[in-house]
Nanobody, 123 residues
Framework: QVQLVESGGGLVQPGGSLRLSCAAS????????MGWYRQAPGKERELVASIFSGSSTKYADSVKGRFTISRDNAKNMTYLQMNSLKPEDTAVYYC?????????????????WGQGTLVTVSS
């Protein structure tokens, strides 16, 4: 079974930093885009940052200059370095990836989500 597992969330003071990690596991042939989304209480899930197989990146305007997405293709992992955190960054952060992986006896493209990790920015 192909799955994503996030780690690294927690409580941090405003202005602090956190690094989120996301590991893909299972029968994986290749991974195209990987990304981080977040959902704050009472709000819709939004894209935070994404990184493609050629390492090009895309960021939400609200995090540009503060967050950095990266990936390690050898380990099937993506990371989100979050600096200068603000209270409005508080949310559950989800990892997402487009994975060519095995389901039952066949390989196909899968849109996979992690279970989420909570980031709380508060003094």
């Amino acid at each position: 079974q192909v799955q994503l597992v996030e780690s690294g969330g927690g409580l941090v003071q405003p202005g602090g930093s956190l690094r989120l990690s996301c590991a893909a596991s299972g029968s994986i042939f290749s991974i195209h885009a990987m990304g981080w989304y977040r959902q704050a209480p009472g709000k819709e899930r939004e894209l935070v940052a994404s990184i493609f197989s050629g390492s090009s990146t895309k960021y939400a305007d609200s995090v540009k200059g503060r967050f950095t997405i990266s990936r390690d293709n050898a380990k099937n992992m993506t990371y989100l370095q979050m600096n200068s955190l603000k209270p409005e960054d508080t949310a559950v952060y989800y990892c997402n990836a487009d994975i060519y992986g095995r389901v039952a006896e066949t390989y196909r493209w899968l849109g996979v989500w992690g279970q989420g990790t909570l980031v709380t920015v508060s003094s």
